[in-house]
């Protein structure tokens, strides 16, 4: 079982920065990919942001330039910069880390807010 602690989120003016954190813990074996996605009200979840345990990274075009995704592997936490923040970034935004012998995880979610 892997348990996932995001926290970061909050409300933030248009233009603004935040930065995203998730830590895992349990029994880990190894993440091969952690990631973030994204839901905004009446949407379906999408993805913003992974990073591979080679350290590559995949960026969804809307936030390609602004966000950026890192990562530890020794110490199982992916973090999420993300600047000049849009009111349509506006979402719940979720942890996603796929461990090689236990499967997929998700945390439970922090919102972002972006308005003025």
């Known amino acids: 079982q892997v348990q996932l602690v995001e926290s970061g989120g909050g409300l933030v003016q248009p233009g603004g920065s935040l930065r995203l954190s998730c830590a895992a813990s349990?029994?880990?074996?190894?993440?091969?990919?952690m990631a973030w996605y994204r839901q905004a009200p009446r949407k379906p979840r999408e993805l913003v942001a992974k990073i591979a345990s080679t350290g590559s990274t995949n960026y969804a075009d809307s936030v390609k330039g602004r966000f950026t995704i890192s990562g530890d592997n020794a110490k199982n936490t992916v973090w999420l910069q993300m600047s000049s923040l849009k009111p349509e970034d506006t979402a719940v935004y979720y942890c996603?880390?796929?461990?090689?012998?236990?499967?997929?995880?998700w945390g439970q979610g922090t919102q972002v807010t972006v308005s003025s």
């Open positions: 349990g029994r880990i074996f190894m993440l091969n990919v």
């Open positions: 996603n880390v796929f461990d090689i012998a236990l499967g997929e995880y």
